[in-house]
């Protein structure tokens, strides 16, 4: 059973930069994409980045390309979100997900920017 648990989340002012972890469990990293995905309150899901596993690399929605990075540890079995320069529109509840399509979530987790 596929097990995804954020941390690391927080309220921080523009400008801040803050670091989201997903450990996993029940999937090896190493074989399987993974997802932010990100959900403004009473708003619909935006994809944030992916990691992918076949070798592509990394991808980014615009608005946060060059702010944000995605990474793994494949020992740990942990992906993370590093945010930079954290913009007031940045702010929603961050889900770690398996895929690039995602078919299994974590809990999310809250990032809150303001001033």
């Known amino acids: 059973q596929v097990q995804l648990v954020e941390s690391g989340g927080g309220s921080v002012h523009p400008g801040g930069s803050l670091r989201l972890s997903c450990v996993a469990s029940?999937?090896?990293?190493?074989?399987?994409?993974m997802s932010w995905v990100r959900q403004v309150p009473g708003k619909g899901l935006e994809w944030v980045s992916a990691?992918?596993?076949?070798?592509?690399?990394?991808g980014y929605i615009e608005s946060v390309k060059g702010r944000f990075t995605i990474s793994r540890d494949i020992p740990r079995n942990t992906v993370y979100l590093q945010m930079n320069n954290l913009k007031p529109e940045d702010t929603a509840l961050y889900y770690c997900?398996?895929?690039?399509?995602?078919?299994?979530w974590g809990a999310g987790i809250l990032v809150t920017v303001s001033s």
């Open positions: 997900a398996k895929g690039d399509i995602p078919n299994a």
């Open positions: 029940g999937i090896a990293l190493s074989y399987s994409h």
């Open positions: 990691f992918y596993a076949d070798g592509r690399g990394t």
